[in-house]
T-cell receptor, first 109, second 117 residues
């Protein structure tokens, strides 16, 4: 079983739609949680950190459920420019980031 | 701040040659740098963790004699793929965490695309 699991998608949605991605992690020692965005043939870029209380950054909302070891990302009012692969990433002491396989999003006009 | 560069951005080489990739933190000191590999349609896989002035720690299944890592300064780590073969063709990405930080924030370089013929 992979340490960080995501539905690979692709999620094909129209512009303006709301889309949600889920992620589960298996290591209960994980301490920090992130969503990264990766465009084709580019390096991953940090989208947002994820906190237990839930956090929002514009159209993006992230949630963490430590008891269920579950992380989510909600994107409202999807834009064409949101098309990318979204990586769920967890960190634990020892400086290790572990990446999920990524969920591909395609927003269509 | 927190810019990480990689050089070269892409390289094509013949089978059996060695390729060196540089990773630099441009505006901060990085005690720890990380090397990842990403095959097409797969996620990033950590290859090794590199600490300045000490030997790198390799992940299981990564051959340390094939992937030589040197982290001689607080701003530079190098990865040398020795005797590269076509199966080593991949996207190699480095990241760096700031000296004194918790380490959960890593700044990624733009990656190096290696193609071995």
């Amino acid at each position: 079983r992979k340490e960080v699991e995501q539905d690979p998608g692709p999620f094909n949605v129209p512009e303006g739609a709301t889309v949600a991605f889920n992620c589960t992690y298996s290591n209960s020692a994980s301490q920090s949680f992130f969503w990264y965005r990766q465009d084709c043939r580019k390096e991953p870029k940090l989208l947002m950190s994820v906190y237990s209380s839930g956090n929002e950054d514009g159209r993006f909302t992230a949630q963490l459920n430590r008891a269920s070891q579950y992380i989510s990302l909600l994107i409202r009012d999807s834009k064409l420019s949101d098309s990318a692969t979204y990586l769920c990433v967890v960190w634990r002491a020892g400086n290790m980031l572990t990446f999920g396989g990524g969920t591909r999003l395609m927003v269509k006009p | 701040g927190a810019v990480v560069s990689q050089h070269p951005s892409w390289v094509i080489c013949k089978s059996g040659t060695s390729v060196k990739i540089e990773c630099r933190s441009l505006d901060f000191q990085a005690t720890t740098m990380f090397w990842y590999r990403q095959f097409p349609k797969q996620s990033l896989m950590l290859m090794a963790t590199s600490n300045e002035g000490s030997k790198a720690t390799y992940e299981q299944g990564v051959e340390k004699d094939k992937f030589l890592i040197n982290h001689a300064s607080l701003t530079l780590s190098t990865l040398t793929v020795t005797s590269a073969h076509p199966e080593d063709s991949s996207f190699y990405i480095c990241s760096a965490s700031r000296a004194g930080s918790l380490g959960d924030t890593q700044y990624f370089g733009p990656g190096t695309r290696l193609t071995v013929l």
